[in-house]
């Protein structure tokens, strides 16, 4: 039952309100891209233990997306932030490298 | 025998007898007993039986820990299987049962199961289904079925009511021990907001059983003051017979509150569950005393030794006049002593370790008891009671030096402390080689958002064992958890406890040491789930080293206690058996919730009517009113027929779908998903939604389009409508509307954030009714006011009107084939039109049809319906929907994906039209079976069957389904046998049944 806040209402949203939405950060491939770029872009995912960047949807509240970066081992959350970008922003892989120095994820890091 | 004693009894009321049952016999109490103190106080040793070998069971402790006196309790709608007696208040009238016997508890006939002992050794499950099959079918199912089971299930719905409660506060306490209270009154002291949390009836725990002394005043009466001072205080909130009974992620906590059942007469729910969340949690859980693993140690009268003195001190009650303790540690000398002062014959006192204990040892010998050091229990003999006991020395294989006669025994093995809550969300523990014991790990606390520990262990869940530590130990723990709650911590000193030292305990994994195997096959580790000292070692022979592993393979800890006596007694005994340290081997995962709670409070209020929502459309009471046979789709209620007096509902099916072909029916379409999708790229956005193009849609005009997953597969239909320059109007499948607007909309938010579009869900603000049949028009301009002629409002085209007065949007479509008019108007206006509407069709026979008519007609049309011709894996290109696939576009969701070989696979079974051979009904979901077996030895299938009805309109069955290589096959015959044996037979035609050519629509 984790709490995360909702960058876009303000909310510090509990899980019930959340609904998720896998991981975050996915390259669409599309008509066009190589069968292995579309697989990976269809299946592929990361399963780490430790830092990780999802998608959740404020589904019972005001419906936004928006990502999550948290740790999968220790239930941390290094931050709340827009869905509308590719890659997470610097503050929070600054704050990430503070606490879990040499992280790394996919071509983050 | 088990009695009461004249004296003693601090929880009981003697002025007040209570009467209660057990297996139908009538016996009395006093108030403030518990089931188990009061069936005790009249002799009632045996309360049930063993789950596998139906072995007599007596009751063993006294606590949430007890894992033999599991009862049905009440009869009728409020009778509950498997609940513990020892946690059970007495009240008048109370009805209990034992469970897990037949024809009695005294003469079970599963008893004989003992004789089949050699058949269940660890793991037996496993090695079953390995022996040869008759042996199986013969032997062991007939044993397993009558061994299955632990109680029975109630037959009747739950007459009780149960509730959730939401709270949130600063700091939660779990646990209402001295140490509980003494951390919550050092929290509240700070100002922060402290709820405190107590399983059972009573504040304390089990120091007044205990003693010693607070500050100089006995310890029970220091609690009785901490009680009235945190009672005083605004920011405290305190709940007795609450468990906490779970700690999840970021702070949450589940509080089990048994609100009646110590009193059913009293107003309010049964049970309410706590729903918690808390800056930083106590767990001030206490601790739970092991059993010593000897021969014999499950004969009714074998009792933990502080259980033995709680019954004394508690409820004045005694499981035996001539009693026996064994231990390894000084804590059971008090149970000896306070049964000696109580008048209790204590006839020996069995120390496992050679040079026995300290104070307490002294202070028993004083009393005159007999102690014999170094010596052990070798085996306790007698059947349905405690008999006689063989003393041995610990040191040897359990030879008998003698045997003494007595009717109880008092076993302990130590203590361990209760670290569930504590580990529930991640926290570690550490293992104390002085007490034997894991413990809380401070270094590796559960975290939560900010990273840092958001539970503290207190007193002797905190492996503190001495009033001394216990005390100074809750208030660190009070102090740590404002602090890192964010309240500033009052400075007071701890207060001083007292309590008599203690000698070394000595860690006894098996008594005697070396005990030969005929006494370890009647050494219980598990009581519940019969496991024994020898299942595990054998286990270990087999070649299970993983803890976790053991656990499954020989049940060990998978019984309701989930193993709280025996857990650590069996983890000593598998790393014994590999000759690996305890810690090595490690623990198995603790799991929410600490006891079982009931469904009933996990559902709450959430039962019946308001289970979930109900859908009504704006015609739902007239629908209701004139017969629908209502059909659940999605939360939507929707009229399956409208059944006449003297109908069956096949019945009603069949006219209503005679009726719209041969003159002209009314459907309460409002269901269907409305989703408006505006802004200047709302055009380039449905591009991507479609498979077809929908930006080259003149306003005015109509399109059925498809929708696909990024993956390819279908996932909704409907029709789009173009309103003007920038706005479209999509409808979707009844119950799709929110799914499909999540859809747009996580696109919209996560992929193509940049462009400019705004959906909207309307599904709500309109009612939509569908007038069809050939007479549709004739009603329609009856109505009057606007237009509604074939040139006027050509097929697949919508307009904006008045009709009838009502503000009005007509859309011509049609999923019937019939000419068809959807009309949309505002909510509010839906019954007054569908009124209108009614009595404009009255010259010309309208009939009001529900859902199986809709369907029927479409079938008859060839028309598919996402969720029967389409289930996850289907494409469109399965369906012979091509032509609503753009070959124009670059792009659209699952465009790239239907590219992909196996969506390519020219074998990939497509859609055809089914008819019986004989013009019966083909079976629903039937599979068309082929030439040859498949690698199982089973039919190859070639098709199956995705929609099914009778046609009153064609007079037979017809169908659709999935075959393979389907539409080249027109005019063969397959086969699809049916579950009640017969083989239906059928011809592959074209899915179009009626009206190929399309006119009646188009007229
Ligand atoms: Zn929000």
């Known amino acids: 039952m984790l709490i995360l806040h909702c960058p876009y209402c303000g909310v510090d949203a509990d899980e019930t309100e959340l609904s998720p939405g896998g991981e975050a950060h996915l390259k669409r491939f599309g008509p066009g891209s190589s069968d292995e770029d579309f697989q990976d872009y269809l299946f592929a995912r990361e399963n780490p233990r430790g830092v990780h960047f999802e998608r959740w949807r404020h589904a019972a509240g005001c419906g936004k997306w928006f990502h999550a970066a948290r740790s999968t081992d220790t239930l941390e959350v290094f931050g709340t932030y827009s869905a509308q970008t590719t890659e997470p922003p610097k503050e929070i892989c600054d704050r990430i490298s503070g606490k879990r120095p040499g992280w790394t994820w996919r071509l983050f890091g | 025998m088990s009695t009461r004693l004249a004296n003693q009894g601090r929880l009981i009321d003697r002025s007040k007898p209570v009467k209660f049952t057990f297996n139908g016999k009538s016996f009395t109490g006093f108030a403030g007993d518990t089931l188990a103190s009061a069936l005790l106080a009249n002799d009632q040793m045996l309360v ?70 050699r058949f269940l050794p660890a793991g037996f499950y496993y090695k079953m289904f390995i022996h040869p099959r008759p042996f199986w079918k013969h032997i062991y199912e007939p044993f397993i ?15 009780d009511r149960y509730e959730h409660f939401y709270a949130f506060t600063d700091i939660l306490v779990i646990g209402g021990g001295v140490a509980g209270l003494l951390a919550a009154k050092t929290a509240a002291q700070s100002g922060a907001k402290v709820m405190v949390l107590e399983q059972t009836a009573h504040w304390g725990g089990r120091a007044p059983v205990d003693g010693g002394t607070v500050n100089g005043t006995a310890v029970a009466d220091y609690i009785a003051i901490l009680v009235t001072e945190l009672e005083a205080m605004d920011n405290v909130t305190m709940r007795l017979r609450c468990m906490g009974a779970g700690v999840y992620d970021h702070g949450y906590a589940l509080g089990y509150e048994r609100v009646t059942d110590h009193a059913p007469s009293l107003e309010g729910p049964r049970h309410r569950l706590w729903r918690i969340r808390a800056k930083q949690i106590i767990t001030a859980t206490g601790a739970i005393e092991r059993p010593l693993s000897f021969a014999g140690n499950d004969v009714p009268g074998v009792m933990l030794a502080a259980a033995m003195r709680d019954y004394a001190v508690n409820y004045g009650v005694t499981p035996g006049d001539k009693v026996i303790v064994a231990t390894n540690n000084d804590d059971a000398y008090r149970t000896a002593i306070c049964l000696k002062e109580m008048g209790v014959d204590v006839l020996r006192i069995l120390d496992a370790r050679d040079t026995g204990g300290g104070e307490l040892m002294e202070q028993a010998r004083e009393l005159g008891i007999r102690i014999d050091c170094g010596r052990a229990i070798g085996k306790v003999s007698g059947g349905k009671r405690v008999k006689k006991v063989a003393i041995c020395a610990q040191a040897g294989t359990g030879a008998a030096l003698e045997e003494i006669s007595c009717d109880a025994v008092a076993m302990s093995g130590g203590w361990s402390p209760v670290v569930h809550l504590w580990s529930h969300c991640g926290g570690k523990l550490t293992w104390d080689d002085s007490l034997s014991q894991f413990r809380p790990d401070p270094n590796r606390p559960p975290t939560g958002a900010d990273g840092q520990g958001f539970v503290v262990p207190a007193g002797t869940a905190n492996g503190e064992m001495h009033l001394g530590e216990i005390v100074s130990d809750a208030v660190a723990a009070g102090k740590k958890a404002t602090q890192d709650a964010g309240f500033k911590a009052k400075r007071t000193a701890a207060p001083r406890g007292v309590d008599t030292a203690y000698a070394p305990m000595e860690p006894v994994w098996l008594m005697p040491r070396n005990a030969e ?56 005994t598998l790393a014994n058996a590999l000759d690996a340290k305890i810690p090595q081997v490690g623990t198995t995962t603790f799991r929410p919730p600490y006891t079982p709670i009931s469904m009933g409070s996990i559902g709450g209020e959430a039962r019946g009517e308001v289970f979930q929502p109900i859908r009504r459309t704006p015609m739902h009471d007239w629908n209701e009113a004139h017969g629908a046979d209502w059909e659940p789709v999605g939360q939507w209620r929707r009229p399956y027929a409208y059944v006449r007096d003297g109908e069956t509902v096949h019945d009603a099916v069949m006219r209503e779908t005679r ?34 193009m929908m930006s080259n849609l003149k306003p005015g005009k109509c399109r059925y389009g498809l929708m696909c997953s990024e993956n390819g597969f279908l996932i909704d239909d409907g029709v789009v409508a173009r309103i003007d320059d920038d706005t479209w109007f999509c409808h979707t499948t009844t119950g799709g509307a929110e799914r499909i607007h999540a859809h747009m909309e996580e696109w919209l938010q996560t992929e193509w954030w940049d462009w400019k579009v705004y959906v909207a869900n309307v599904t709500e603000q309109f009612a939509q009714i569908a ?48 000419l068809s008019y959807e009309i949309a108007v505002s909510a509010s206006q839906g019954q007054a039109l569908w009124n209108a509407l009614r009595s404009a069709g009255d010259g010309f026979g309208m009939m009001p049809y529900g859902t199986e008519t809709l369907h029927i007609l479409r079938a008859e049309k060839g028309f598919i319906m996402i969720g029967d011709e389409s289930d996850g894996t289907v494409i469109p290109q399965d369906l012979g929907l091509n032509w609503a696939i753009s070959k124009k576009k670059e792009d659209f969701l699952g465009k790239r994906a239907q590219q992909r070989s196996h969506m390519t696979d020219p074998t990939r079974w497509k859609l055809v039209g089914l008819e019986t051979t004989d013009g019966s009904v083909l079976p629903d979901g039937a599979y068309a079976v082929g030439e040859g077996v498949n690698a199982n030895g089973q039919r190859n299938m070639v098709g199956r069957v995705t929609s099914t009805y009778y046609s009153p309109n064609l007079n037979k069955g017809i169908a659709m389904g999935l075959v393979l290589n389907g539409p080249d096959r027109m005019g063969e015959v397959l086969e699809f046998p049916g579950t009640d044996g017969k083989i239906y037979t059928a011809t592959i035609v074209d899915p179009v049944f009626y009206d190929k050519d399309g006119e009646k629509q188009n007229v």
């Open chain 2, 48 to 117: 049930g039986r063993s789950f596998k070998y139906h072995r007599p069971r007596g009751i063993v402790a006294s606590g949430a820990e007890e894992p033999n006196a599991l009862l049905g309790l009440g009869s009728g709608d409020r009778f509950e299987p498997n609940q513990r007696a020892t946690t059970t208040e007495l009240f008048d009238g109370l009805e209990s049962a034992s469970q897990n016997h037949w024809p009695s508890l005294e003469y079970d006939i599963g008893a004989v199961n003992k004789a089949f002992a």
């Open chain 2, 145 to 159: 079925r009558q061994s299955a089971g632990l109680g029975r299930a109630p037959k009747d719905r739950d007459a």
């Open chain 2, 517 to 572: 195997m005929e006494l370890r096959t009647k050494t219980w580790l598990d009581y519940q789930n019969d496991v024994k000292v020898s299942d595990v070692q054998l286990a270990a022979r087999e070649g299970y080293e993983s803890v976790e592993h053991t656990k499954r393979y020989t049940t060990l800890g998978m019984a309701t206690d989930q193993g709280k006596l025996s857990n650590i007694n069996g983890l000593a």
């Open chain 2, 659 to 692: 009726n719209v072909r041969e003159a002209v029916g009314i459907l309460d379409a409002s269901t269907l998903g409305k989703i408006v999708v505006k802004g200047p790229d709302a055009g380039r956005f449905l591009d991507m939604m479609y498979t077809n």
């Open chain 2, 771 to 818: 007038v069809v049949g050939p007479k549709a028009r004739a009603v329609l301009e009856k109505l009057g006011g606007m237009d509604v002629g074939k040139d006027d409002l050509p097929f697949m085209e919508w307009r904006d009107g008045i009709l009838g007065g009502f503000d009005v949007r007509i859309y011509r479509i049609s999923f019937s084939g019939e």
